[in-house]
């Protein structure tokens, strides 16, 4: 599997030990010609999972990709994928929650979209600015559709569980799956452990719920 990390805060890069601001990144990816990606991915310590990095070059590189229009600026990281040649079961590109060329890159690069949701009102708000950004982006990958999306953080109140219920009988919005992330304070721990969640506190609740997830992601994408 790929990760690819397409934050320029590098979170995912610096959990997995390849954020190198002396080696190439996704920055290098959007605005190079002909990047042979093989020389940008990092492999990791756990075993299948190698990572494209990024770092805060990807601000300089947004602003590149913009100012050159000599060739086409949304299709950059789709067109390097296809060059992988279906090295990787799986590509997974977690995104920051901009609206900026490197975000636009990666949608058009996808086939599915799943979108994390943390119930407060600014995330509901963005719901709608998203499915339009993605239905604006379908010329240039037909393939493209929304997955769904699932909350996170969740906790039993009010709040929550309102939430959750409006975006169950909303999904006319975005589909939702039924699975569920809870709130853990073990996620935060994994992060200064260095560990994926379901290495470092496999049993906590969180855990469970991601591998729901993925599950019931994958039962959907095989049509079961």
């Given at each position: 599997m790929l990760l690819i990390d397409n934050d320029k805060q590098g979170n995912a890069s610096?959990?997995?030990g390849a954020y190198d601001y002396d080696k190439p990144s996704i920055a290098d990816v959007l605005t190079g010609r002909d990047v042979d990606l093989s020389k940008v991915i990092r492999q990791?310590?756990?075993e299948n999972l190698d990572v494209l990095p990024a770092n805060l070059s990807l601000l300089r590189a947004d602003k590149e990709v913009l100012l050159d229009t000599a060739r086409a600026q949304q299709t950059r990281l789709k067109k390097a994928l296809e060059n992988l040649g279906g090295l990787y079961d799986y590509v997974i590109i977690d995104?920051?929650?901009?609206?900026?060329?490197?975000n636009i890159n990666a949608i058009v690069a996808s086939d599915d979209i799943l979108i994390p949701i943390k119930i407060d009102q600014f995330a509901l708000d963005g719901l709608e600015i998203l499915t339009e950004q993605a239905e604006d982006l379908r010329s240039f990958n037909p393939r493209l559709k929304i997955a769904g999306g699932f909350v996170t953080m969740y906790q039993k109140n009010n709040v929550n569980t309102?939430?959750?219920?409006?975006?169950r009988e909303k999904q006319t919005l975005i589909p939702m799956f039924d699975a569920?992330?809870?709130?853990t304070v073990k996620v935060?721990?994994?992060?200064?452990k260095g560990?994926?969640?379901?290495?470092y506190a496999p049993?906590?609740?969180?855990?469970?719920?991601?591998?729901?997830?993925?599950?019931?992601?994958?039962?959907?994408?095989?049509?079961?």
């Open positions: 610096k959990f997995f990791t310590k756990f995104n920051a929650p901009d609206l900026n060329i490197s309102a939430g959750l219920k409006y975006l569920v992330i809870s709130k935060d721990e994994s992060t200064f560990e994926p969640l379901l290495k049993k906590t609740r969180a855990a469970s719920d991601y591998c729901a997830l993925a599950e019931e992601y994958l039962g959907r994408s095989s049509g079961g």
